[in-house]
């Protein structure tokens, strides 16, 4: 097949394919071979693809050589893209019931060359859930918030998403691409809730702290890590810090942030322009097409070009259907060949294991947007005459949020979640291996895990030690009285979805150009269609004790779009 060639039948491709292996292996130019086997999806599904090429096997006119070829091409099939053998159980059994046949009927050299069970398990793909309970030996460094460098958060950041990142396959891709989310796509999703999860972390910290001075300091040395991300060629992390950092919950801080340096100032704002949708994010583009050797993209950018691309593009080049459209093919593989190569290129970083699980622990906090928006203003208030004449108006909101029908929450699923969190802080924390926390060993928690009660509080026997049992109750406790609290009755309307937004019962992304998204009227939470009678978010209305203005930007952070310049918040 000729170079340039904008179209072709799904035979001649095959044909071609064939065509490029000798009775040796590999004789010629791989490379759209290559880009048929990962992209043959699109219009193609790969039993269909298996079977074409096993009766083409079977022909009475098929040589021997041909023979060689077609059990080469099958082979390298199999040694490139070895994911979809072992999460296809239909097309696994079918290169394993023909290389049986094979050898039945003597065809031993053939049956070698296919040999199934070569395939590597990507069972790990079933177990996201759960976490390395193996702690290598302790590091004697602190591992206080306001103790680690800023080098060494921009790291471990680095390879908590580079190792999320690495477990993304082509399936994946594919599948949010022709579903427009992330439903039933456990891994893609997991990396977009990490990406989150970095962004809220980092507005915990900040308001954590009780005096100006303090979150300011906290807020200067964030921008230290995200200078460092910038220096590690790490452009997604880069963009979740710059994102929790001028989110609006903390860029209406005014006297926190007539404290940062103009200095800091300045350098925030350069890395702002570095992630910036302008130009389609011209400014990223150019840099991270300028970096050698590790980078990591903002994924939500690429996934952004792969919907455009299907979109655009027709798969078939006639009305027919008979000829693939050869160019939205190659634009799709550029894409995707670019993302699969960033995983061969892992970050020179020596990690260290105690910090990881620190920050896996700390990362698995939630608070709703709402919930850090109420802490951001009881850090600073609105102007007193302004707070005085919204009083009155919420008392009514209070009432609708009384008569609200509650959530039945299930007790065992809340008791394992609290279980396993527990479990976690101990491992962590529990530095003596005690088996209780002591004081100096929750204050370490508390600069973890903003938010946290006294020591008191926790410990109901007064013994001086937090034992596990007293820490499950403190949280079954916290958890109950909040739920008594909550409303979550919503007024939702359909609207489309232009940019990709997260669902705030699955976390999953949602974006489409036909009403894709359920949003409700009076407090703004997103969802989608499925999750509606699903979602647990309590319903709290926007009113004027919290100000439209302050919702200007987008409330809930999307890894696929950059977050507004602070400057521009109230």
């Given at each position: 097949m000729e170079n340039g060639t904008q179209s072709a039948t799904v035979d001649e491709l095959v044909e071609a394919s064939i065509k490029v292996f000798d009775?040796?292996?590999?004789?010629?130019?791989?490379?759209?071979?290559?880009?048929?086997?990962?992209?043959?999806?699109?219009y193609l599904s790969s039993t269909e693809l298996a079977k074409t090429l096993l009766a083409k096997l079977q022909e009475e006119s098929?040589?021997?050589?041909r023979q060689l070829q077609i059990c080469h091409l099958i082979k390298y099939w199999m040694s490139e893209f070895p994911a979809e053998f072992d999460l296809n159980p239909e097309l696994a059994n079918q290169i394993r019931e023909f290389r049986e046949l094979l050898s039945a009927n003597g065809h031993n050299h053939l049956s070698e060359l296919i040999d199934i069970e070569s395939v590597p398990s990507y069972s790990w793909r079933h177990q996201l859930g759960e976490q390395s309970q193996s702690i290598t030996k302790k590091s004697k460094k602190s591992l206080l918030f306001d103790h680690l460098e800023a080098s060494e958060l921009a790291e471990?950041?680095?390879?908590?998403?580079?190792?999320?990142?690495?477990?993304?396959?082509?399936?994946?891709?594919?599948?949010?691409?022709?579903?427009?989310?992330?439903?039933?796509?456990?891994?893609?999703?997991?990396?977009?809730?990490?990406?989150?999860s970095v962004s809220q972390w980092i507005q915990l910290m900040v308001l954590s702290k009780p005096t100006a001075p303090q979150r300011a300091a906290v807020i200067s040395h964030f921008i230290k890590v995200a200078k460092e991300l910038l220096h590690l060629q790490n452009f997604n992390t880069l963009m979740a810090?710059?994102?929790?950092?001028?989110?609006?919950?903390?860029?209406?801080?005014?006297?926190?942030?007539?404290?940062?340096?103009?200095?800091?100032?300045?350098?925030?704002?350069?890395?702002?322009?570095?992630?910036?949708?302008?130009?389609?994010?011209?400014?990223?583009?150019?840099?991270?097409?300028?970096?050698?050797g590790f980078r990591f993209p903002i994924l939500g950018v690429h996934l952004k070009d792969l919907i455009a691309v299907h979109v655009a593009l027709p798969d078939w080049s006639d009305g027919a259907k008979s000829r693939v459209n050869l160019v939205k093919t190659q634009q799709l593989y550029s894409i995707l060949q670019e993302l699969a190569l960033i995983q061969t290129t892992p970050p020179s970083i020596t990690e260290r294991n105690d910090l990881l699980n620190l920050l896996m622990v700390s990362l698995t906090q939630y608070h709703s947007e709402e919930d850090i928006y109420q802490l951001s203003l009881q850090r600073e208030p609105r102007k007193t005459e302004r707070t005085m004449s919204i009083t009155s108006s919420q008392t009514p909101v209070i009432a609708e949020w009384s008569s609200s029908v509650k959530a039945k929450t299930d007790p065992a699923i809340t008791s394992k979640h609290?279980?396993?969190?527990?479990?976690?802080?101990?491992?962590?924390f529990d530095t003596d291996g005690d088996g209780h926390i002591s004081q100096?060993?929750?204050?370490?928690?508390?600069?973890?895990?903003?938010?946290?009660?006294?020591?008191?509080?926790?410990?109901?026997?007064?013994?001086?030690?937090?034992?596990p049992e007293e820490m499950?109750?403190?949280?079954?406790?916290?958890?109950?009285?909040?739920?008594?609290?909550?409303?979550?009755?919503h007024t939702f309307v359909e609207v489309h979805s232009i940019k990709p937004t997260r669902c705030d019962h699955c976390a999953g992304v949602i974006w489409g150009p036909y009403k894709q998204r359920y949003k409700c009227k009076a407090c703004g939470v997103n969802c989608h269609k499925a999750c509606c009678d699903s979602l647990s978010v309590e319903c709290r209305k926007r009113t004027a004790s919290v100000g439209i203005e302050d919702f200007a930007c987008p409330r809930t952070r999307s890894l696929s779009f950059p977050p507004p310049v602070a400057s521009h918040q109230t």
């Amino acid at each position: 097949m000729e170079n340039g060639t904008q179209s072709a039948t799904v035979d001649e491709l095959v044909e071609a394919s064939i065509k490029v292996f000798d009775a040796e292996g590999p004789s010629g130019d791989v490379s759209l071979t290559r880009m048929f086997l990962m992209m043959h999806s699109w219009y193609l599904s790969s039993t269909e693809l298996a079977k074409t090429l096993l009766a083409k096997l079977q022909e009475e006119s098929c040589s021997s050589c041909r023979q060689l070829q077609i059990c080469h091409l099958i082979k390298y099939w199999m040694s490139e893209f070895p994911a979809e053998f072992d999460l296809n159980p239909e097309l696994a059994n079918q290169i394993r019931e023909f290389r049986e046949l094979l050898s039945a009927n003597g065809h031993n050299h053939l049956s070698e060359l296919i040999d199934i069970e070569s395939v590597p398990s990507y069972s790990w793909r079933h177990q996201l859930g759960e976490q390395s309970q193996s702690i290598t030996k302790k590091s004697k460094k602190s591992l206080l918030f306001d103790h680690l460098e800023a080098s060494e958060l921009a790291e471990h950041f680095t390879l908590l998403e580079y190792r999320s990142f690495c477990k993304i396959l082509f399936q994946d891709y594919h599948s949010f691409v022709m579903h427009g989310c992330t439903v039933d796509n456990p891994i893609l999703e997991r990396f977009i809730t990490l990406f989150n999860s970095v962004s809220q972390w980092i507005q915990l910290m900040v308001l954590s702290k009780p005096t100006a001075p303090q979150r300011a300091a906290v807020i200067s040395h964030f921008i230290k890590v995200a200078k460092e991300l910038l220096h590690l060629q790490n452009f997604n992390t880069l963009m979740a810090v710059v994102g929790g950092l001028s989110h609006s919950s903390i860029s209406r801080l005014k006297d926190t942030q007539a404290l940062i340096s103009s200095e800091d100032q300045k350098l925030f704002n350069s890395l702002v322009d570095v992630v910036t949708s302008s130009g389609n994010y011209s400014n990223y583009r150019q840099r991270f097409s300028e970096c050698g050797g590790f980078r990591f993209p903002i994924l939500g950018v690429h996934l952004k070009d792969l919907i455009a691309v299907h979109v655009a593009l027709p798969d078939w080049s006639d009305g027919a259907k008979s000829r693939v459209n050869l160019v939205k093919t190659q634009q799709l593989y550029s894409i995707l060949q670019e993302l699969a190569l960033i995983q061969t290129t892992p970050p020179s970083i020596t990690e260290r294991n105690d910090l990881l699980n620190l920050l896996m622990v700390s990362l698995t906090q939630y608070h709703s947007e709402e919930d850090i928006y109420q802490l951001s203003l009881q850090r600073e208030p609105r102007k007193t005459e302004r707070t005085m004449s919204i009083t009155s108006s919420q008392t009514p909101v209070i009432a609708e949020w009384s008569s609200s029908v509650k959530a039945k929450t299930d007790p065992a699923i809340t008791s394992k979640h609290i279980q396993k969190m527990v479990e976690s802080v101990f491992k962590n924390f529990d530095t003596d291996g005690d088996g209780h926390i002591s004081q100096e060993e929750f204050q370490s928690i508390k600069n973890n895990f903003p938010f946290l009660n006294t020591f008191d509080d926790v410990d109901r026997n007064q013994d001086g030690r937090i034992s596990p049992e007293e820490m499950i109750e403190y949280f079954n406790k916290a958890i109950s009285q909040l739920s008594g609290k909550m409303g979550f009755v919503h007024t939702f309307v359909e609207v489309h979805s232009i940019k990709p937004t997260r669902c705030d019962h699955c976390a999953g992304v949602i974006w489409g150009p036909y009403k894709q998204r359920y949003k409700c009227k009076a407090c703004g939470v997103n969802c989608h269609k499925a999750c509606c009678d699903s979602l647990s978010v309590e319903c709290r209305k926007r009113t004027a004790s919290v100000g439209i203005e302050d919702f200007a930007c987008p409330r809930t952070r999307s890894l696929s779009f950059p977050p507004p310049v602070a400057s521009h918040q109230t």
